[in-house]
């Protein structure tokens, strides 16, 4: 079982760039969801997907899209980059049960200038 | 309002010795879970720990224990026989609900810990 995968770990990017980070987990799980991490900060949550073919925003969406064409892949696509999406951002996946505890990707880091 | 108060930024503990971790949480939901995660220098988020609102006992995992005061609505960590390798970021997390949105997870702003030998 490799978890939660992210690629890239590092990326750079000019403003106005798009890019997409991808993320991949192999435990089946049916929640997906991305989060980023500013300085000094927690996380916030981006964009989840309880199921293929199903997502919807969370707290901070704008500048990002996402899809769940399959249960293992949800990639985050930064249209027009800017920077104030520098950031690390990280993929998390959950079995949805009891604790709804949710495993976290090594996170990438982003730097947008 | 902040739903995840961390209000301690940095600590110090000594090696050996056990530490608080604060946490208060704000919610009207009946259900609701709460999670502390660490995050070392290397940047992984490593889960330690969890308490849900019905659970009758606090939790604990080998040397962290959650002291859950329901009424106070707080979910402090305590780490017991510190170690140089607890030197971390700690992170309280909530969840709220049963259904599709309590996959969100609401992050506070982080405890730095370090361990002095």
Redesign the interface.
Known sequence: NAGVTQTPKFQVLKTGQSMTLQCAQDMNHE?M?W?RQDP??????IH?S?GAGIT?Q?EVPNGYNVSRSTTEDFPLRLLSAAPSQTS?Y?C?S?T?TD??????G??T?LTVT | AQK?TQTQPGMFVQEKEAVTLDCTYDTSDPSY?L?W?KQPSS???I?LI?Q?SYDQQNATEGRYSLNFQKARKSANLVISASQLGDSAMY?C?M?EGWA?S?????????TRLLVRP
């Open positions: 929640y969801s989060y000094g900060m927690g996380l916030r949550l989840y309880v919807d969370g690390v990280f998390a959950s949805g604790s709804y505890e949710q495993y976290f090594p996170g880091r | 995840i879970g999670f995660y940047g992984e988020m889960f969890y849900g992170f997390a969840r599709d309590s996959y969100k997870l609401i992050f506070g702003s982080g």
